[in-house]
């Protein structure tokens, strides 16, 4: 009977062992795979961080490619040599510009792309002679910049039937007096 207890007392010790080596290869692989964890998250922070680089250079590059490009809307040019036609409409706004290139993106839509930046800025400030038309012009954005312009005038209709005075910029809002940039919106868009 003693040796019987004995015997099983052994394979107990054993069974404990056993069970504390197992915890203990548990553990190893646990911090292990723990470690791994953390060289992972290390390197996919790493990652997103070049890709966010990459992408704002790319946007960056996009906006200076973009720079003296203009956007006529709703305009039919009908099947002539659209960089005169192009030429001939903007000298009915009284400004005379050089243009690189005109191609109509789809029905009605214009990108001119001008020689340089003083020539789109005169444009730009004559295109008031166009009240009246339905025609636009508006600066040539990348997708990220009309994204952001599309969210502004969203929030000035919504600003607008609430009573309020609105006026959109570039990346900018002014309601009822009080100029907000898109930083700021953004912020506050993304605490809620």
Do not use: P
Request: proline residues 0%; contains cysteine; aromatic residues 6%.
């Amino acid at each position: 009977m003693n040796a019987g207890f004995e015997s099983t007392k052994l394979q107990n010790e054993k069974l404990v062992k056993e069970i504390e080596n197992i915890r203990k290869e548990l553990q190893e692989a646990r911090d292990e795979m723990k470690e791994k964890e953390e060289i992972w998250r290390a390197e996919r922070r790493t990652l997103t961080e070049k890709i966010d680089k990459l992408e704002n250079k790319m946007e960056s590059q996009e906006r200076r490619e973009r720079k003296c490009n203009i956007v006529i809307k709703n305009k039919d040019w009908g099947q002539n040599d659209k960089k005169n036609a192009v030429k001939d409409f903007i000298r009915e706004l009284h400004v005379d510009v050089e243009i690189n290139e005109a191609y109509e993106l789809k029905n009605k839509v214009m990108i001119v792309k001008l020689r340089d930046w003083e020539q789109k800025k005169l444009v730009m400030i004559n295109k008031r002679n166009l009240q009246g038309k339905d025609i636009y012009i508006e600066s040539d954005m990348t997708k990220k910049e009309r994204d952001i312009q599309g969210e502004l005038r969203k929030i000035a209709k919504d600003e607008k039937s609430k009573g309020n005075t609105v006026k959109i910029g570039y990346q900018k809002i002014k309601i009822n007096s009080k100029l907000y940039k898109w930083e700021e919106i953004w912020r506050l868009k993304s605490k809620n």
